[in-house]
């Protein structure tokens, strides 16, 4: 840890794809925020694919990312107190057996001109190649201190560093949502019902099973090498997904508002959503596509339940007491689901999409309609150890 203490007044952020993923997106706006709400005069520096476009970060200084920003990107890095690396699913595998390489090059760049790097929140795991695992030892040696999102992800860093791995609850917690007038309005019109009838958000992304590779999703899906890999999981998931709201439909009376996370071409999350909805035979259904992670987290402080086969669809959901069952495609649902203490919330996609049995499911979502629920308190306390955390790097540099 730095002794010399002075005023932290130029902070830079590497972080996810904040420009396509809204998860990602909430948590560089919160904690963004968060850094302005403990010192207004503080300047932040962050990284994006549309510099351009201002409304896409909540940064005072816009980056390019790649070579194009790489002058910029010094010039940022030198001028930093602080360097935040994180939050979101930066040190894990199952997407690229690249990804962990490439952030321990990019954060031992950054090291050479930056006084000081913390893992602020950092989502590990899987690191699951011998390659990655090293990657990660050298990322975690220019890391001070070290911080992660879950016990899932401590349990995957802790053995590849000497130095402390901590534990703080993802960002987007600390997200400040848009007024509930804003979120009626919305719901309003899109012929969402708000007549008392229950309202449960569904946020699914496309799937199939991971392999290791070493070309990125995203790059494989522009050339065309992969765009049709797992389309039969997608399908399936999408069917049965459609019967376990149909089922709710029949004995709940719901309503079902699709509000997808993750809308680029890779990922197209609305695609699916479309699918499922073609195939309700009984369920009312609306298709909501927001881009402000404000209003999104909003729209999920009016659903009585939301099914998520994203993670921050159900982060933002808890931050307004809204109990969420997830579909969890990797650890880190059991990381969150485990700090709320709703282990019990978390269904293994594989293990959904490889059944016909869709009742335990629907079971657990009719739980959390019909049952009292309170999250506020819990969600409160994840939310004061991440502020504290904060707090604290801007006490010390």
């Not at 990284?47 to 010094?74: E, H, M, N, Y």
């Amino acid at each position: 840890m730095f002794r010399n203490h002075h005023k932290i007044e130029h902070v830079l952020i590497l972080a996810g794809d904040t420009d396509g993923n809204l998860g990602d997106a909430a948590i560089e706006l919160a904690t963004c925020d968060e850094l302005r709400r403990l010192n207004p005069q503080i300047a932040i520096a962050a990284l994006s694919d549309r510099p351009q476009d201002a409304r896409r970060t909540a940064a005072d200084v816009v980056i390019p990312r790649g070579l194009k920003g790489l002058p910029a990107l010094i010039r940022a890095a030198r001028e930093s107190d602080l360097v935040l690396c994180g939050g979101g699913g930066l040190f894990q595998d199952d997407d690229s057996l690249v990804k962990m390489p490439y952030w321990a090059a990019r954060l031992l760049f950054v090291r050479l001109f930056a006084r000081r790097i913390v893992g602020y929140s950092i989502g590990a795991g899987p690191l699951q190649a011998w390659t990655s695992r090293l990657a990660g030892r050298i990322a975690a040696s220019v890391l001070d201190p070290i911080s992660v999102r879950d016990d899932q992800a401590r349990q995957t860093l802790q053995p590849l560093t000497s130095r402390r791995v901590r534990v703080i609850p993802d960002p987007a917690l600390l997200l400040k949502p848009a007024s509930s007038e804003q979120a009626e309005s919305l719901l309003k019109a899109n012929a969402v019902p708000l007549d008392g009838r229950p309202l449960i958000g569904v946020a699914l992304r496309q799937w199939f099973p991971r392999q290791p590779t070493w070309i990125p999703h995203k790059y494989a899906y522009r050339y065309g090498l992969r765009r049709t890999r797992g389309r039969e999981h997608s399908d399936r998931l999408a069917t049965l997904v459609a019967r376990v709201l149909d089922a709710l439909a029949e004995t709940t009376a719901a309503f079902f508002v699709f509000l997808p996370s993750y809308n680029v071409a890779h990922e197209n999350d609305a695609a699916i959503c479309q699918q499922t909805m073609q195939r309700l035979r009984i369920a009312k259904a609306a298709l909501l596509r927001i881009d402000d992670p404000r209003l999104y987290q909003a729209v999920a402080g009016r659903m009585q339940a939301m099914l998520a086969a994203r993670m921050h669809p159900a982060i933002l959901a808890a931050a307004m007491g809204v109990p969420a069952v997830g579909l969890a495609y990797n650890q880190k649902f059991a990381g969150f689901f485990s700090l709320l203490g709703r282990t019990d919330a978390v269904v293994p996609l594989e293990r959904f999409i490889a059944t016909d049995d869709v009742g335990p499911i629907v079971k657990k979502i009719e739980s959390l309609i019909e049952g009292p629920d309170d999250l506020v308190a819990k969600a409160t306390e994840l939310k004061n150890t991440t502020i504290e955390f904060t707090a604290s790097l801007l006490q010390t540099a």
